[in-house]
């Protein structure tokens, strides 16, 4: 056993792979990866802790920090594997979270699909009640229906409530009545009121997010339960944090009561670490192209920080196309994931192309090569047929590849169909990958105002850096970046996370005419609230800082965006008005 030392474990369930990093105040003391347990995935967290600990003889008992992330909140939305719920909402507003915004992502296709909603028509009842957008109340709310409701409900076997209301994130008297209720109706149902998930403008956004929230509530709770008495088997002392999609940390009971927070938190380790390697390498504005084995994530990198969105979308139905999926109203790193990875399917289409994903083999069962029941070609196949991949030493030695099956895979399902031989059809997977990634990281990057030509790529993931000089060479980018355990680099970006947490409010005002009182008096609530937040998980008050943050638009503008918020003064306006003006010019070029 080696000396006792402080030790700092970073763990990320991927789609494919469980990563582990371990380190001490000297830098990587080990890695680990083992394939995900999609059935149980807390497993696989404790077999690639215990066997790496094993191999290198270190103490759990020394770990003082362990950071979490996972996909297993996007995986429930999209697999709908979440809680039995209802939606309780204004009367007359109960299609909202169907109708949407009546957008058409695709104007011409006749069979448009649309996401489907979470809560079926028949669990989603209209409540007699309405405030109106100042806050006024303008009809009371009838608390005997929601009695009677909450009887109803409990009988039906429904598990969770989301209490959505008009203009509650003005007031919201009524949906704070209206849990007491139900709580002392049926105190079995769990209740989510959209005025505490996401205190924001727009229903159909906030009902959206406050049923996806209640809705995988349970499972995570259940997840973290496992996921602490595991950790606590293996010796460790202390309690998991929890890596949130806005590239923080949180304690589990944060996790636990805003569990949408978690929606990209293994994603968001990839770009934390290259923030983190680029700040060391002098480079602030980059690509970060993460590569795993079912996606590929994609952000920039400005200014040594990732760029974050308030907005995302779960599911998408429609070739990853944005629209086409459930919003959700919650900081996130603001990245495109396109669905192309190690183990995506690769086919010859009806016009004799190769292409490649989304869909994916995943860990179980794996490409062909893992020898684990895979039938369909994919691209660490051609990876491997190519000979990027060394067979006998894949996953550190742990794992065979047989690139003899998957040569005859490829061989027969794209080779032979379209009459070339197995390394040509090989190098046409792994071509049309790279460009499907490049494409997409084009279109990121211009939208996001950048022009990918002159930011370095950072390349990380399992497969980040077999694929990224491909993916970098079709954007044009300068250089090409791989860090020192890229493969786990996700892992490694938790562990340099802060502890944080977002609060929002909304109120609409004109910036010519906005009290400055009010707005302080907004901030300092807010404050107030995160401070309780991040002292209850014990950050010292010394080492809590605040950022501010406004939403703007110009008059008659239907969407905002994000733009710092100078030092209250006589010249507060002005600057405002310029840093949203800086903002507004590197968004939209004018």
């Known amino acids: 056993m080696t000396q006792s030392r402080a030790l700092r474990v970073g763990v990320d369930i991927g789609g494919t792979f469980t990563d582990m990093a371990i380190l001490d105040d000297r830098g990587i003391v080990a890695v680990g990866k083992t394939l995900t347990t999609h059935s149980e995935p807390a497993a696989a967290v404790e077999t690639v802790l215990r066997q790496t600990l094993t191999a290198h003889g270190l103490d759990p008992a020394d770990i003082t920090t362990f950071v979490h992330g996972t996909t297993l909140v996007t995986n429930a939305l999209i697999e709908r594997r979440g809680a039995t719920t209802a939606l309780l909402t204004t009367e007359g507003f109960r299609d909202v979270v169907e109708m949407g915004r009546e957008h058409r992502y695709e104007l011409y296709d006749l069979d448009l699909e649309l996401p489907r909603p979470l809560v079926p028509r028949h669990l989603r009842f209209g409540v007699r009640e309405r405030v109106l957008a100042d806050g ?66 727009r229903e159909y956004e906030r009902s959206s997010t406050t049923l996806a929230n209640v809705y995988v509530q349970q499972l995570v709770e ?136 989304p869909d994916s083999a995943g860990s179980e069962p794996g490409p062909v090569s893992y020898g684990r029941g ?15 991949l060394d067979p006998d030493h894949f996953l550190g030695g742990d794992m065979l590849l047989d690139v003899e099956a998957a040569a005859a895979a490829i061989d027969r399902q794209i080779a032979g169909a379209l009459g070339v031989g197995v390394a040509e059809a090989a190098w046409g997977i792994h071509a049309t990958a790279n460009e499907n990634m490049a494409n997409a990281a084009r279109v990121h990057a211009i939208e996001r105002g950048q022009d990918p030509t002159r930011l370095p790529m950072f390349v990380s993931g399992g497969n980040g850096p077999l694929h990224g000089p491909g993916v970098a060479a079709a954007l044009g980018s300068p250089a090409v970046v791989v860090p020192p355990a890229a493969g786990v680099l996700s892992a490694l970006g938790f562990l340099s996370a802060p502890m944080s947490i977002d609060i929002v409010r909304s109120r609409h005002a004109e910036l010519g005419t906005v009290e400055l009182s009010v707005i302080e008096e907004m901030f300092e609530e807010m404050e107030g609230e995160g401070v309780r ?30 733009v710092p918020v100078p030092p209250l003064g006589s010249h507060w306006r002005a600057d405002l008005a310029e840093n949203f003006a800086e903002q507004y010019r590197q968004r939209f070029g004018t």
């Open 136 to 201: 006024t109340v303008d009809t009371g709310l009838d608390e005997a229906a929601v009695k009677q409701l909450a009887a109803e409900l409990s009988e039906a076997g429904v598990q969770a409530v989301a209490v959505c209301f008009l203009h509650s994130h003005v007031n919201d008297e009524h949906e704070r009545r209206v849990r007491e209720i139900v709580r002392a109706t049926a105190p079995e149902l769990r209740v989510a009121l959209s005025s505490e998930v996401n205190p924001e403008i």
């Open 374 to 388: 895979g039938e369909h070609c994919t691209v660490t196949d051609a990876d491997a047929v190519l000979g990027y």
């Open 222 to 357: 259940s997840y973290l339960e496992d996921l602490r008495d595991r950790l606590r088997g293996l010796g460790l002392r202390r309690a998991p944090l929890i890596m949130l999609s806005n590239g923080g940390v949180a304690a589990i009971d944060v996790a636990r009561r805003f569990p949408i927070r978690m929606l990209e938190s293994g994603p968001a380790g990839g770009a934390l670490g290259a923030v983190a390697f680029g700040r060391s390498a002098g480079r602030p504005d980059q690509i970060a192209f993460d590569m795993g084995g079912t996606t590929a994530k994609l952000c920039i990198i400005e200014a040594g920080r990732p760029l974050v969105t308030h907005t995302f979308e779960v599911d998408r139905v429609y070739r990853l196309r944005a629209g086409s999926g459930l919003p959700v109203r919650a900081p996130v790193i603001d990245m495109i994931e396109i669905g192309t990875g190690g183990g995506s399917i690769a086919r010859v289409n009806s016009l004799g192309l190769i292409t490649v994903g």
């Open 533 to 562: 937040v991040l002292r209850g998980s014990g950050v010292p008050a010394e080492d809590i800082a605040h950022e501010r943050t406004l939403e703007m638009r110009f008059v008659g503008q239907g969407s905002e965006i994000e």
